[in-house]
């Protein structure tokens, strides 16, 4: 009777649950799995961030060559007005390339919406300033949906003497137009300055430029027009509204805020943030740089777009042999003359000059 009773009991034995050590190997396991496949992940995304990126920059191109097969000159990214307007008389630079090209980048209505006869400042163009066009913006600089929420408008955009509504702030560009070597800054109200600019600019897009793709005499498929900047890190050192130049606001066309010159190589302003506190910042602002791996996507002429890599050939820092910055010499209060003083120019330099003379093949970037 006893035995038949036990029978039962020893035929449901069940196995006690998970013990530590079985538990932590899991977890352990699980963990590795997730380091392995974590970088593989993020590279995928990035993959495609930086295939969208190439995308914009492809119809960017191809906007500036429509631009120029309709108007026989690539646009220019800004036309002098009148700089008696605003507070420093900045509304006097006008609008972006990029504001001049949106017939072709398929915005008509927001083309209709700018007010040409006032500079990118001012309440009469703040609907435009605060409007997204995410063509402008790469995807590996998230922070440039957001717009400059530095911005402090009623300082900077009362041109007209109006503010604009409550809660604007402008938006941003990842993208900049290539001005060449060197910035080009000079209006023609500075008359001396401004012809010898006109002289030594060597760049495809900048103030008051005219240039056609017949003049680019380098070749399309090594000159540049337009590049990266990369607005997530940089916007930490631009947050002064006493520093308007340090913004990447989309609509102006202000030299510091859409074009980019190659005085410095690829990502140079992320590689020397000190810089931007020692009060050298306006020159490494415009800098190209991203957040891609190891390189910035670059359009050229011909339309079409490649990776430039940091470690292209480019002139150094170079100041022990008596230049200011990467050997140049100390002339950023006057317009370039054309002497690059004792720094060597290298192949990024020459991908910026439509009429060098200099001989660029593929296999050296």
């Known amino acids: 009777m006893q035995t038949s009773m036990m029978q039962p009991l020893i035929g449901h034995h069940r196995r006690p649950g998970w013990t530590l050590i079985e538990l ?168 001396t300055q401004y012809q010898q600019e006109r002289t030594t600019a060597t760049g495809t897009i900048y103030l008051h430029s005219n240039i056609s793709l017949t003049s680019i005499t380098d070749g399309t498929s090594n000159t540049m027009l337009f590049s990266e900047r990369d607005w997530g890190t940089l916007k930490a050192y631009n947050k002064s509204i006493w520093l308007p130049d340090a913004k990447f606001w989309w609509n102006s066309g202000y030299w510091p805020h859409t074009n980019f010159f190659t005085f410095g190589p690829p990502n140079a302003s992320k590689k020397q943030r000190d810089n931007f506190l020692e009060g050298s910042w306006w020159w490494f602002n415009n800098h190209a740089s991203s957040n891609h791996p190891d390189g910035v996507n670059a359009a050229f002429t011909d339309g079409s777009v490649r990776f430039v890599k940091d470690t292209i050939s480019s002139w150094q820092n170079d100041s022990a042999n008596g230049g200011w910055v990467f050997g140049f010499p100390d002339n950023h209060s006057q317009p370039f003359n054309g002497d690059y003083g004792k720094a060597t120019p290298g192949i990024w330099q020459f991908l910026s000059t439509r009429r060098g003379g200099e001989v660029v093949s593929a296999g050296t970037y």
């Open 24 to 191: 932590l190997v899991v977890i352990a396991i699980v963990g590795i799995l997730i380091a392995l496949l974590l970088p593989a992940v993020q590279a995928a995304r990035e993959a495609a961030r930086r295939l969208q990126c190439t995308n914009n920059l492809k119809q960017l191109a191809l906007a500036a060559l429509n631009y120029e097969s309709a108007n026989g000159v690539l646009p220019s990214s800004s036309w002098c007005g009148n700089r008696g307007r605003g507070p420093f008389g900045e509304p006097g630079y006008g609008h972006s390339a990029f504001a001049y090209m949106l017939n072709y980048l398929e915005r008509p209505a927001l083309f209709d919406a700018q007010n040409f006869s006032w500079g990118h400042y001012g309440s009469e163009n703040s609907t435009v300033a605060g409007t997204l066009i995410k063509t402008l913006v790469c995807p590996s600089d998230p922070a440039a949906y957001d717009g400059d929420d530095n911005a402090e408008p009623r300082f900077l955009f009362y041109a007209s003497g109006s503010l604009p509504p409550p809660g604007f702030k402008p938006m941003v560009t990842s993208y900049a137009a290539n001005s060449g070597v060197f910035g080009v800054f000079y209006c023609p109200d500075w008359p």
